[in-house]
C-alpha cells in the first residue's frame, strides 16, 4: 500500500486487478490498497456477457456506478424484486444499506467504473447467499 501523502498526488497506472468478494476480477484504482485513501474509492468493473454479482449491500457506504460501455441490468430490494437497466452514459446511485447485484445479461460486455463513500470497496460487504438463488431464477427466466 502506497501511503497518503498530502504533499503529493497519487497516480495508480492501469493494469492491476483484484478479486472482490462480489465474485468479479476489478481493475484497481485509487483506493486504501493503492493510495492509502480513507473516504472515498474509484475502481473499474468490466463484466463479460453474463455476468452477475453475488447478491451483497455496502453497510454504510453509498456507491455511484457510471457505466462506461454497454449496457447492464442492476437487481435491488430486500429480495432483489426490483430492477433498472443501464446503458452507456447513464450513473446508478445505490443507497447504503440496498441488497443489489449487478447482472449483465445484455449479450455484450459492459464496463463499469465504481465509486464508494469508504477507502475501499471491499470495506462493509454484507454477501447475502440467501439471495444468489433468486438471481440465479432470474437469469434462466
Known amino acids: 500500500m502506497t501511503l497518503l501523502d498530502p504533499d503529493r498526488i497519487?497516480?495508480?497506472?492501469?493494469?492491476?486487478t483484484y478479486v472482490g468478494k462480489q465474485g468479479f476480477t476489478y481493475g484497481a484504482g485509487a483506493s486504501a490498497e493503492t493510495v492509502g485513501a480513507t473516504r472515498i474509492c474509484m475502481n473499474v468493473l468490466p463484466m463479460p456477457p453474463g455476468a452477475r454479482a453475488r447478491a451483497h449491500y455496502h453497510?454504510?457506504?453509498?456507491?455511484?456506478a457510471y457505466l462506461l460501455e454497454g449496457r447492464c441490468t442492476v437487481r435491488f430490494g430486500q429480495r432483489l424484486e426490483h430492477r433498472v437497466e443501464l446503458s452507456a452514459g447513464e450513473?446508478?446511485?445505490?443507497?447504503?444499506?440496498?441488497?443489489?447485484?449487478?447482472?449483465?445479461?445484455?449479450?455484450?460486455?459492459?464496463?463499469?467504473?465504481?465509486?464508494?463513500?469508504?477507502?475501499?470497496d471491499q470495506d462493509g460487504i454484507v454477501m447475502l447467499p440467501e439471495l444468489d438463488e433468486v438471481l440465479a431464477r432470474a437469469a434462466s427466466a
Do not use: R, Y
Request: with cysteine.
Open 10 to 16: 497519487a497516480i495508480v497506472k492501469p493494469g492491476g
Open 91 to 120: 450513473q446508478g446511485f445505490v443507497p447504503a444499506d440496498l441488497p443489489h447485484a449487478p447482472c449483465n445479461d445484455s449479450g455484450a460486455p459492459c464496463v463499469w467504473l465504481v465509486v464508494h463513500s469508504s477507502g475501499s
Open 59 to 64: 453497510e454504510g457506504i453509498e456507491t455511484i
